[in-house]
């Protein structure tokens, strides 16, 4: 059983700004309570800003005041909320999980930048083994969440050929590298000068202008 402090250590947005401008480190910042039916509680090691994330920073609204900065993150489980017979949960403490918080859940104070958040079970994955936890940071999160549910939904098979549009963005970045792995052709579109970028995360065509 974790001993979980009832304070942490968490980057709070003070205000309306850049993340350099309003974020403050709390040393004393209450830990979430407990996990809930279909929720998790992840001590976290690796943390990242979310670029969606860093655009609502800079509106002044409100209910971003005082709520824990951060989206993606990875982590190990350490407490698992009691399960329903419906939904039981494979994801067990110990576990090593990579995901992003809801916007849900961001909207209730919980952010990645924290030693310790609760979010629902299905927002994260269990860490593939050969992928170090810096880098499951970035790919786990919603920039990979988004490419599994696009590439599910296209439906696509080894030797489709596909075109990758903002292919050297955050996401289109990931996609380019996931289809080559899948064994499609991918041709990317992108700026000049990002065109070798793009080549090299394994694009075999590329549109520049
Ligand atoms: N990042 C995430 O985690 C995430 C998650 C879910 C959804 N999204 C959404 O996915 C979209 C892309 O996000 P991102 O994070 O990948 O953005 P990003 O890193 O800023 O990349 C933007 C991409 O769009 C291209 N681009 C910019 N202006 C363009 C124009 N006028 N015509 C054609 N291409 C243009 C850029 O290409 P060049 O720079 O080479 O010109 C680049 O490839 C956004 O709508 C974002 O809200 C992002």
Same mark, same amino acid.
């Given at each position: 059983m974790v001993d979980i402090p009832k304070t942490m250590k968490a980057w709070v947005v003070?205000?309306? *700004?850049k993340p350099q401008d309003v974020l403050e480190l709390k040393n004393n910042w209450p830990t979430p309570p407990p996990p809930r039916t279909g929720e998790i509680m992840v001590r976290v090691s690796y943390a990242a800003l979310n670029p969606g994330e860093v655009k609502i920073m800079g509106?002044?609204?409100?209910?971003?005041?005082?709520t824990v900065a951060g989206m993606d993150f990875v982590g190990e489980v350490v407490q698992v909320g009691p399960s329903t017979p419906k939904s039981p949960s494979d994801v067990l403490v110990g576990m090593i999980v990579g995901g992003t918080i809801p916007l849900m859940s961001m909207w209730r104070g =919980? *952010? =990645?930048?924290?030693e310790y958040l609760v979010v629902p079970v299905d927002s994260v994955v269990e860490k593939p083994k050969g992928l170090k936890e810096s880098v499951a940071a970035g790919l786990l999160g919603i920039a990979g969440q988004t490419n599994a549910v696009i590439i599910r939904a296209a439906n696509l098979r080894e030797g489709n050929k596909v075109l990758v549009n903002g292919a050297s963005g955050g996401v289109g970045s990931i996609s380019v590298q996931l289809l080559r792995g899948m064994g499609m052709h991918v041709t990317a579109v992108c700026s000049a000068k990002n065109e070798a970028f793009v080549r090299r995360q394994g694009a075999e065509e590329v549109c520049s202008l």
């Open positions: 003070t205000r309306a *700004g509106m002044a609204l409100p209910f971003k005041v005082n =919980a *952010g =990645a930048l924290s």
